[in-house]
């Protein structure tokens, strides 16, 4: 696809409508991505959606070829944690939670993994913002200095919002376990 | 020594190697930071165990059919017309820190008749932020939906006569090129971008519960209000260093616009910053401006006011002295330069551009 226009006969700029790497860093960085996203939202079925987004949204952008691995890690972080927000599709999530995705071989351990989701993904979403990417981007095997850049932090903050960030799961999980 | 921060002792947990000598020592010989490192170890692990355990992330980094995936995102691309995702959310990383601050201080566009200009950005105003305010910094989908119906599609461009050809706009002449700046620039460009936020009441009252407080009730007619916002276009000469880093970088963008239909923009802006959950520090700074809010973290950089050519203009600097820039308002525009120069020499820069079509 190409867009532009023409002035006597000649283009005057053209580009196509899809980055010329895309290919590329997607071989590269997709499997990063949906791992993302799939700590987020507990299902591959659901990461892999979010991670088609995510380089959708890649394709059409100027970000530099050399920072595409962190843009997109914070990009599908943002995207799966919108997924939880807006609880779109989650009975779609939670019957491929039944389909044997849970590596669960009876039913009583598949219930069990079924509600620990449900219970981590309530506590994420209600996380703010930037501490739920960075626990996520954390524990996603980003180091330190990777995350301080990815979200525009100083190293020494990273600690401390990840930090907060697991004394708020904690409380988030408690709380929703003394609630039941 | 003074007791290592609770972010240090969290990176002593799984990236040791990061912290100095001086804070493991002291952790080894003090009883209260070991206690808090053991806090740190059980949360940390809770955590670990919360994510890998939801996910199966391992088996599934290892069990992504590439090939498939890679097939389904080129019959998307490949589709005139489809190339687009049902409801492009604003978010991009970097869109989401700073969406908030600038809807609240107005951006945006309209073409539709039944739209009002109600903000356009006359002047730049700094609005200092401490990283913890800058983590708390909310969202604006925490407060209803946000949209970007129209992308920027930044893009490069052969050189300055594209340039001006995608958006109409001059390209700067700099008269002189600060030491260690050298060769021609490269252009890029971007459109009119326009997203358009609607509130909506029941989304900000669960923001204001989670943040502990009841939702102020909202001004008539504010629920279910939308606000189009507009910026551009915009064209920014590039001259390059290695590694990836602008030396030095020159943009003029049309200035963020706001239209509603209906709300004066300083109901919705007094409203939208009366809201649980923006920080009080941010918010007192905003309130009664009506100038386009410039981020400025305290904590690594200054900010000054200086002159360019009779229009007022904020310098921002990184306190550690590798980047500055100036940036201001004239005539419906917002132009800037920057780069990995000084404050003085941006300000020389500015006030001795040229435009030239």
């Known amino acids: 696809m190409w867009w532009g226009e023409r002035k006597g006969g000649v283009a005057v700029f053209r580009r196509p409508a899809v980055r010329n790497d895309l290919e590329q860093v997607f071989r590269a960085a997709y499997p990063r991505v949906v791992a993302v996203a799939a700590r987020v939202l507990g299902s591959r079925d659901e990461a892999e959606d979010v991670a088609q987004e995510v380089f959708l949204s890649f394709g059409r952008s100027s970000v530099p070829g050399d920072e595409a691995l962190p843009w997109l890690s914070v990009a599908a972080a943002h995207a799966a944690l919108n997924h939880l927000r807006t609880g779109r599709r989650r009975a779609g999530r939670e019957n491929a939670a039944g389909n044997g995705e849970t590596f669960s071989p009876d039913v009583a351990d598949a219930v069990v993994a079924l509600d620990e989701r449900r219970r981590v993904r309530a506590a994420l979403s209600r996380l703010p913002r930037k501490q739920a990417v960075a626990l996520v981007l954390r524990h996603s095997g980003l180091s330190y200095a990777e995350v301080a850049a990815a979200l525009d932090l100083s190293p020494a903050s990273v600690g401390t919002t990840v930090r907060r960030a697991e004394s708020a799961l904690r409380k988030e999980l408690n709380r929703h376990a003394s609630s039941e | ?357």
């Open chain 2, 1 to 357: 020594m003074r007791h290592p921060s609770e972010g240090t002792l969290r990176r002593l947990v799984d990236e040791p190697d990061g912290v100095p000598d001086a804070a493991r020592h002291h952790v080894l010989g003090c009883a209260d930071c070991r206690a808090g490192l053991a806090a740190a170890e059980s949360d940390a692990d809770l955590a670990a165990h919360a994510l890998h355990a939801e996910a199966g992330a391992h088996d599934i980094e290892a069990g992504t059919d590439v090939d498939a995936a890679w097939r389904r995102l080129s019959a998307t691309t490949a589709a005139p017309g489809k190339f687009r995702r049902p409801g492009r959310k604003l978010r991009s990383p970097i869109v989401a820190g700073v969406a908030a601050a600038v809807v609240l201080a107005g951006a945006g566009a309209a073409a539709a008749a039944d739209w009002l200009p109600i903000f356009r950005a006359e002047r730049v105003t700094p609005v200092v932020v401490t990283p913890g305010d800058l983590v708390a910094l909310p969202d604006l989908s925490a407060y209803g939906t946000v949209e970007l119906t129209k992308p920027a599609r930044v893009r490069a461009v052969d050189g300055p006569a594209a340039a001006t050809e995608a958006t109409g706009l001059p390209v700067p002449q700099v008269g002189k090129l600060p030491r260690g700046v050298t060769g021609s620039p490269s252009y890029r460009v971007g459109d009119r971008a326009v997203a358009t936020f609607t509130f909506q009441a029941a989304k900000a009252a669960r923001t204001a519960v989670a943040a502990g407080k009841p939702l102020p009730p909202p001004p008539a007619g504010m629920d279910g209000s939308q606000f189009r916002l507009t910026a551009g276009p915009g064209l920014a000469a590039i001259w390059a260093e290695g590694h990836g880093v602008p030396a030095m970088v020159v943009a003029r963008v049309a200035a963020p616009v706001v239209y509603s239909t209906g709300i004066p923009f300083e109901t919705a802006r007094d409203y939208l910053l009366s809201l649980p959950g923006l920080p009080e520090s941010v918010a007192t700074q905003l309130r009664g401006t009506a100038a386009l809010p410039l981020i400025v973290k305290g904590a690594s950089e200054t900010t000054a006011t200086v002159d360019v050519n009779g229009v007022p203009a904020t310098v921002l600097a990184l306190k550690d002295g590798t980047m500055a820039g100036v940036v201001w308002v004239d005539g419906g525009y917002l132009t800037g330069v920057a780069g990995s120069i000084s404050a003085d020499e941006a300000v020389g820069v500015a006030r001795g551009l040229r435009w030239s079509r």
